[in-house]
C-alpha cells in the first residue's frame, strides 16, 4: 500500500518562474542528478507535456518509467501518476503546489505517493522518500534561482 509524503520549500522567484523550469523536462538532466535522460513523449494542444519517460540512475535505484502530467490552469498545481509499473514502482502518484507569497517568494509544497514493486521496511522507505523530497525541492530551488530558467 502507497503512502504519501509531503515537504515544501521557499524558493526566491515567482510562481511562473519556478513553474517554468518544473515545466522544462527535456533539462532535469542539467540539474537533477539521477535524470540521465529526460524525454517528452506527448504533449497537450498548450504545449505542456502530457507525458513524459524518465531514465534515472540514482546508484542503488535505477528505473525506466513514465508520468501523465495534469496542469492547473493557472499552473499553480503540476501533478503527474505513474502511466505503468516498472521495474521498481507500482505505484507513484505526486504533485508540485505553487504559492506565491506577499514577498514574491513561492513555496513549493511536494507530494509525493510511491509503492515499489521490492519490498522495504516502513522505516526505511520513509527515509529514502524524505531523502528524494529533500535532493528534488533543493535541486529545484538551486536551478530556479540560478536563473536557468527556460
Keep these: 500500500m502507497a503512502e ?3 515537504q515544501s520549500i521557499t524558493i526566491n522567484a515567482p510562481v511562473a518562474q519556478v ?6 523536462f527535456a533539462r532535469y538532466p542539467e540539474w537533477a542528478d539521477a535524470m540521465k535522460t529526460v524525454e517528452v513523449v506527448e504533449e497537450y494542444e498548450d504545449g505542456y507535456a502530457s507525458q513524459v519517460r524518465f531514465v534515472i540512475d540514482a546508484g542503488v535505484l ?3 518509467y513514465t508520468l501523465a502530467y495534469e496542469y492547473a490552469e493557472d499552473i ?3 501533478e503527474w501518476s505513474l502511466v505503468a509499473p516498472s521495474k521498481t514502482q507500482r505505484v507513484q502518484n505526486g504533485s508540485y503546489d505553487l504559492a506565491e507569497n ?3 517568494t513561492t513555496t513549493v509544497t ?5 509503492e515499489l514493486a521490492i519490498g522495504m521496511l516502513g522505516m526505511f522507505r520513509r527515509k529514502a522518500e524524505k531523502m528524494i523530497m529533500d535532493t528534488a525541492l533543493k535541486q529545484l530551488k538551486t ?3 540560478s536563473g536557468a530558467a527556460a
Design 102 to 104: 506577499p514577498d514574491g
Design 19 to 24: 513553474a517554468a523550469v518544473i515545466c522544462d
Design 4 to 6: 504519501s509524503s509531503t
Design 62 to 64: 535505477a528505473d525506466d
Design 143 to 145: 536551478r530556479v534561482e
Design 76 to 78: 499553480s498545481r503540476i
Design 110 to 114: 511536494y507530494t509525493l505517493e510511491v
